[in-house]
């Protein structure tokens, strides 16, 4: 930072008004409508379910279908057997027509038959449009009954081939000998439809249920009797549609039976190792449609302790085939014992909690201060709750109103996550649905978060107007008005681990390419909003003209307490001193504005911008934070929190209270203080302080903060000679946030740890707690100072520990951004010791043609590891960690591989080569590995994930994480990636191999700003073939901030101390 902060009032440019824009065609609204009366199942059907026709066969699948093993089903097609079926009207959902002509006699031609009265007759001959016919109607209707009986006959003698009822028959015959190869030939569900099928199977399974054998047939019943409500109504009316959806539920059945076997075995060991009501909340949010319940019922744990148990046997964890054969086997046994009680109640309550109590005495328990909420999923219905008809179901008579014919089939498709509706365009039929988000289960939606585009006054409707927009869809039940696109990012499909949605980039730079914008501000704030919402801080766009240039601060930051068992949002009790730490430049502003903001202090934060408090943090959440793929890890930076910033101890203010852009002016809480009981309402307005470089006006502004200067481009380093290359940093790989102007200030002095620091300094403070046992390394980044300084100081603290006797080891790696790559395995490598091996991640880099052409040009001019980072010699081969020669290409030949169905190249896998570190790594773990644990706020990037997770995969290293939002599951890591790049770095890489002028190089940046990108990716330890990235990593301990803990580190490792080690002194 050049000079002081300068406080500027609030006055930020103001973009043109937003437009919404509906991508992809028209809107359509409709209503849910019921199928026909005639197709409609009696009241007898829908109590006892739909009777089902006797095949003999089961449908055939290309997949493992455990499913069908489990039936005792052939696999080999016969034909349909259709015997017994009735062929009454009521049984058309079987297949056979209600109006089959010349069939046998019913019930209906032997009734009395009403004689119609002329004037009634011509009615009816009016509202059939049969006025040309209506003398002869009259004499018709005048005839005798043999007379009309006669003149019937000979009329359908007239009709040729209509006089020979077994002809009629023979057709029959052959079109149900046919009816297989009709249903995969002529109809198939969409995409979408195919989803919503999974998406119900997968609710069914998540269920309590007394029998998993035919879980297809209970979902194939409700989707007959809600066929108009889940816009099915072909399921009753048609028999192709009826069976092609059933073979399609036996299909889901079989698969989605093998991904929860998996689930399960995965949740009893290895990695993905958690306690019972961890896992149960992780399967409601993966299977339960639509809302997902907070906390599980004791039915729905008590089946999963079950599961789990059975796989935990050694017979059936030996053979797989096994496990629902045991499965079906106790939940028989149970039902026989209790034949007349319900799930939950009498003999059954009892035992669904020997069921817990098992499963946690077997694989653990959580401990009372997790995080947890109350509310109870409510068995036996969609989302704990009937769908009944809609009121308004008879609006049309046309059962086809409303609907959009896709490749023939009359579909309807209804997006209600919020109960909105809308005709998706073909590429969103095509993708991947969020079905887990639904607002009821009738239906699917493609995703779509809010991001507020442009700069707003917030007391003009428009931001307001999208921010509850925002709210209604993320939170299900609300209804809302006409969809938008929102801007400036659309998501499409969601990733269900982390609640994240993905950007489709290239919409999105197309849409930025064709849009006018009112001033470079507007533009550029545009594009950092859609590069920002990628939620990956590897991955940015920072022009320095705008970005950091100011901070917007507001005198009241929140975090999240647990006070009196009841978790809130408040305003920081801390506000006075820490605002205070600010100067009277800050606190004089207010005065001259005579707000008193120091009343705020500890107060409990109701709403926010007419939002509760939760779902605000939620909006800043998806729309500001940024940095974090999980939802959970980013609510936490939203907070106010501790960390270590230029050496020293600081307090964040936190996404909410301090942006990095000046957008507001104010923002409206509505509170109840400290010493109050009611709330009132508070606008608070922001200060912005200015962090930029000198100037004077708009030119010296531009030259200083917006131009681009001598370290904006990359240069060529074989110009500028070795000494240059190495002197960035002993040119070390790093993976971290980008660099941050964002002002932190000091922490109050009652929060600095009073024990006494080993050796602490820079990025690293050290202490031995109370106790006498545990030692504590607060691991603020490892970005230090000083590489190898830093190396040396974790050898003197960890000698200091063992000679106090410290047997346990607590690292804090809260707001850890992360930094040099060799570092995190330094720490690794010192804990786990030499003997252990290879400390890091085998990892990959993109193989793109320029990327191919760089390593070949670096190897033909002799370019090493002194110059750049594509050189051979950076990199050690895979498997025997010995530095590559300088002539090996490993990026020619390169491996192709596929994630999300999309084909790309990478490199060859390497490791890096981060030996000989600076001291003596001692050969076994100086600490007993079980007695290491990590403390955070999942707010821990890039290296510090890194190390986190080998840790974790490594050792099963205990990790517990504070804060976030209650009832919302958070990682441990915000973002994992192995090495970023900055446009400096990658432009000097190109420049460096001569490749400048080559077609696919690009031009120079013309402004002061940063593009930033993972440059190469790690792949997991228990899975080589996935990234480290694509795992969701949930701790084994979650605690939320009390007002003892939130701003007190030492009070928090106390704490933590206690609950993971049992240490209590203080």
């Not at 959902?93 to 046998?104: M, N, Q």
């Not at 896992?279 to 599961?307: C, G, Y």
């Not at 202490?767 to 190898?788: A, Q, R």
């Not at 192709?896 to 981060?914: H, K, L, P």
Request: aromatic share 10%; proline share 6%.
């Amino acid at each position: 930072m050049a000079g002081p902060i300068h406080y500027v009032s609030p006055h930020s440019p103001r973009h043109r008004s937003a437009t919404f824009i509906q991508r992809g065609g028209p809107i359509y609204r409709y209503t849910p409508y019921p199928p026909p009366l005639s197709q409609l199942p009696s009241r007898d059907e829908q109590a006892r379910g739909p009777p089902s026709p006797s095949f003999s066969r089961s449908w055939s699948s290309e997949h493992f279908d455990e499913n069908m093993q489990l039936a005792g089903t052939s696999s080999q097609a016969t034909e349909l057997d259709f015997t017994g079926v009735d062929e009454s009207p009521s049984s058309s959902r079987h297949g056979v027509s209600a109006h089959v002509p010349l069939g046998p006699n019913t019930r209906a031609m032997n009734q009395h038959v009403t004689v119609f009265q002329p004037q009634a007759l011509d009615t009816r001959i009016n509202e059939l449009k049969l006025g040309q016919h209506r003398g002869k109607i009259h004499e018709f209707a005048n005839m005798s009954t043999e007379e009309q009986n006669v003149i019937l006959f000979l009329q359908m003698l007239t009709k040729n081939g209509q006089n020979d009822a077994a002809v009629i028959v023979g057709q029959l015959e052959q079109r149900l000998e046919h009816l297989e190869n009709l249903a995969q030939g002529s109809w198939q569900p969409s995409d979408i439809q195919n989803t919503l099928l999974k998406g119900l199977t997968g609710h069914w399974l998540i269920k309590p249920l007394a029998t998993y054998e035919k879980v297809f047939e209970s979902v194939g019943n409700y989707i007959y009797v809600n066929a108009a409500y889940l816009r099915l109504g072909l399921y009753v009316s048609d028999p192709i549609v009826h069976i092609t959806i059933d073979k399609a539920l036996r299909k889901h059945a079989g698969e989605l039976k093998s991904e929860l076997r998996k689930d399960v075995e995965a949740s009893i060991s290895g990695r993905r190792k958690r306690v019972l009501s961890v896992f149960a909340q992780d399967m409601l949010r993966k299977w339960h449609l639509p809302n997902i319940p907070r906390e599980a019922s004791q039915s729905v744990k008590a089946t999963l302790a079950l599961l789990r148990l059975l796989a935990d046997e050694r017979e059936i964890a030996q053979d797989k085939t096994r496990f629902w054969p045991a499965v079906e086997a106790k939940l028989r046994a149970a039902y026989d014992d209790f034949p007349n009680e319900e799930r939950g109640e009498g003999h059954w309550d009892q035992w669904e909690k020997n069921q817990i109590s098992k499963d946690e005495s077997r694989f653990g328990r959580a401990l009372p201060n997790l995080v947890n909420t109350t509310a109870h999923l409510v068995n036996g219905t969609l989302g704990g709750q009937e769908h009944d008809t809609p009121a308004n179901a008879n609006a049309r008579d046309n059962d086809n109103a409303g609907t959009q014919n896709i490749a023939g089939i009359t579909t309807n498709f209804r997006m209600t996550r919020l109960g909105t509706h809308t005709v998706f365009t073909q590429e969103e039929l095509n993708g991947e649905v969020d079905l887990a988000s639904l607002g009821d289960v009738a239906s699917t939606t493609v995703r779509r978060n809010a991001a507020l585009g442009g700069s707003w006054d917030m007391g003009d409707p428009g931001p307001r107007l999208l921010l509850r927009r925002w709210m209604q869809r993320r939170s299900p039940g609300r209804p809302t008005g006409n969809p938008l696109v929102d801007h400036p990012a659309v998501y499409l499909a969601p990733v269900a681990e982390f609640g994240q949605p993905a950007v489709n980039i290239r919409d999105e730079l197309a849409r930025i390419n064709s849009t006018g914008y009112a001033s470079d501000y507007a533009f550029n704030k545009d594009l950092f909003d859609v590069v920002n919402g990628l939620n990956d801080g590897h991955t940015g766009w920072y022009t320095y003209c705008y970005w950091e240039t100011f901070q917007n601060l507001l005198p009241a930051p929140v975090i999240s307490l647990e006070v009196d068992g009841a978790q809130d949002v408040y305003v920081v009790p801390d506000l006075v001193e820490f605002i205070s730490l600010l100067g009277t430049e800050y606190t004089s502003y207010y005065a001259s504005l005579d707000f008193d903001w120091a009343r705020l202090a500890g107060a409990r934060v109701v709403s926010i911008e007419g939002l509760p408090a939760y779902s605000y943090v939620d909006y800043i959440a998806d729309t500001v934070s940024g940095n974090y793929l999980d939802h959970g890890v980013r609510v936490n930076s939203v907070f106010s929190s501790y960390r270590i910033s230029g050496g020293n101890y600081s307090q964040r203010f936190g996404d909410l209270a301090g942006p990095v852009f000046p957008d507001l002016d104010n923002l409206t809480m509505e509170v109840i203080l400290g010493n109050g009981s009611e709330p009132e309402t508070v606008v608070i307005p922001y200060l912005a302080g200015y962090l930029g470089e000198p100037f004077t006006d708009a030119a010296s502004y531009w030259a200083n903060n917006c131009a681009a200067n001598n370290e904006t481009n990359g240069v060529d380093y074989l110009t500028q000679g070795a000494a240059a290359a190495r002197s960035r940093a002993t040119l070390q790989p790093r993976a971290a946030l980008a660099a941050s102007n964002s002002q932190g200030f000091g922490i109050p002095s009652q929060f600095v740890p009073n024990l006494t620091a080993i050796y602490g300094e820079d990025i690293l403070w050290s202490y031995i707690l109370p106790d006498n046992k545990t030692g504590v390394m607060f691991v603020g980044s490892f970005e230090p100072e000083d590489y190898y300084g830093f190396q040396s100081q974790v050898a003197s603290v960890i000698s200091t520990f063992l000679e106090a006797g410290v047997t346990q080891l607590l690292i804090d790696l809260s707001n850890n951004g992360g930094g040099y790559v060799c570092l995190g395995e330094f720490l690794h490598t010192y804990l786990a010791g030499a003997d252990f091996g290879f400390p890091g991640y085998s990892s990959a880099v993109r193989a793109n043609t320029l990327a191919q052409k760089i390593v070949a040009a670096d190897i033909a001019q002799g370019i090493n590891d002194s110059y750049a980072f594509y050189p051979p010699d950076n990199w050690a081969y895979e498997g025997n960690d010995t530095a590559m020669d300088q002539s090996y290409n490993y990026i020619t030949p390169y491996v192709t591989r596929t994630i999300n169905g999309v084909a790309y190249n990478e490199s060859q896998r390497f490791y890096d080569v981060c030996t000989p570190f600076n001291v003596t790594i001692p050969a076994a773990p100086p600490f007993d590995l079980s007695k290491v644990a990590i403390v955070g706020n999942g707010d821990c990037a890039s290296t510090c994930a890194q190390f986190s997770t080998l840790m974790y995969e490594r050792h099963n290293t205990t990790i517990a994480i504070f804060g976030g939002k209650p009832g919302e599951t958070m990682q441990f890591k915000g973002m994992s990636g192995e090495q970023v790049l900055e446009w400096y770095d990658i432009d000097s890489e190109i420049k460096t191999a001569g490749l400048q002028d080559d077609p696919l190089a690009p031009p120079d940046l013309l402004v002061n700003a940063d593009f930033r990108h993972n440059w190469r990716t790690a792949y997991s330890w228990e899975d080589e073939e996935i990234p480290i990235a694509y795992y969701s990593d949930l701790p084994q301990l979650r605690f939320p901030y009390t007002p003892d803990t939130y701003m007190n580190p030492q009070a928090l490792w106390i704490f933590a101390a206690e609950q993971i080690f049992g240490s209590s002194e203080q």
